[in-house]
């Protein structure tokens, strides 16, 4: 990518400034990040300041961080579509090598601490351990809800101490409503909106969905988020958070069962962060999700159209559909079961999204 070709679109997210994002244009220039804001001074930045990773729901963004003026404390933060990355990835592959290869050490001493967590009770417990899987898969069948609630709340207290969260206005009216119509009689489920950048959202135990600004001001209609939620929904039912996070707990999760206080799960989890779920949790995601829909006589194509905004609406198509296999498929899977039984006329949410994209992306012109 030379100052000749075409700059990349992103949204930039000044250090120490608003949550909303400006639109920029990104440039790459003789080993130098130029960062064209719309309504403020362009920036160059030298290829060896910048952090760059994978962020957002399916891994559909790539977010870019450098340390602001104030110092460490404060980034700036750019968020570029995957589909838009190729020219500077092209243009400057060492920056994304360095961040495949931490990806690929931090596997690596997860497989060795495993490996060492296993080896030393081994001798105590001997061919028991050599279970752990099945073992923790067990347990979170007996870990009583009131537990799970506090483990979620422990996952909540984290995402409240990383960022704002947004508890009022259009946005946080309109997802309540969606998620009220998305609930069972009798369901207790609690939905965040939590401002952040990235085109995002998350299940945590207890019946706790967290849902980012960006994912909805990023949707075209309050059916596409719906989808989204009863995507996420789908995974709290089926205790998908509460697995992984035991899954991840390891052999630490044993002496928790042993001892029956679960207190120690909370905080364990709560240093996760976001939990990456496998392919067939993700599909009988899809496939629950898709069943609330119909329940709830919501409109199944705004799920569709959301994972195709997602994956397939870029100038790129097809390749980016290459390096997200599972995307493409979940598309696929998802029109098949639409297609193969509609359910009954779906009723409109009837909520009016402009003013929810307006109240998230700051009055127009900004
Ligand atoms: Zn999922």
Known sequence: ???????????????????????ARLAWDGGMLLVQPEDSPALRVPASQLRIEPR???????????????????THLLIVDDARIAPLRAAAPALFAAGDTTRRHSHRR??????????????????????????????????????????????????????PMITEGPAFDALQAIGKRLARPGEVLHFHLAA?????????????????????????????????LAHEIAHVELRHSLRQIVKSAGL???????????????????????LKFSRDAERAADARGLERLKEAR?????????????????????????THPATAERIDSLKAAIAAAPGAPAQS?????????NDLNGPPGK
């Not at 957002?56 to 404060?74: C, D, L, M, R, V």
């Not at 949410?349 to 994209?357: A, Q, S």
Request: no cysteine; net charge negative.
């Open 252 to 274: 630490r999760i044993i002496l928790t069962g042993l001892s029956g206080d679960y207190a120690p799960l909370g905080g364990w989890a709560a240093q996760l962060g976001e």
């Open 298 to 322: 919501i409109d199944p194509m705004g799920m569709l159209r959301f994972f195709e905004t997602l994956a397939v609406n870029t100038p790129s198509g097809p390749a980016l559909l290459s």
């Open 1 to 23: 990518m030379s100052p000749g070709e075409a700059p990349l679109p992103a949204r930039f997210y000044p250090a120490g400034g608003d949550a909303h994002g400006h639109p």
């Open 110 to 163: 997860f497989r060795v601490g495993i490996v060492l967590l296993a080896a030393i009770p081994l001798a105590f417990v001997g061919a028991l351990l050599l279970s752990v899987e099945p073992l923790a898969e067990r347990l979170v069948d007996h870990i009583p809800p009131g537990v799970e609630q506090q483990i979620g709340e422990a996952v909540l207290a984290h995402t409240r101490a990383a960022g």
């Open 56 to 74: 957002g729901f399916n891994h559909s963004q790539w977010a870019i961080a450098w340390a602001g003026e104030e110092g460490a404390t404060h």
């Open 196 to 228: 952040r950048p990235e085109l995002n959202a998350f299940a945590a135990p207890g019946g706790i969905v967290v849902v980012h600004s960006a994912l909805m001001a990023g949707a075209g209609s309050a059916e596409e988020v719906a989808g989204v």
């Open 349 to 357: 949410i009837g909520i009016d999204w402009e003013p929810v994209k």
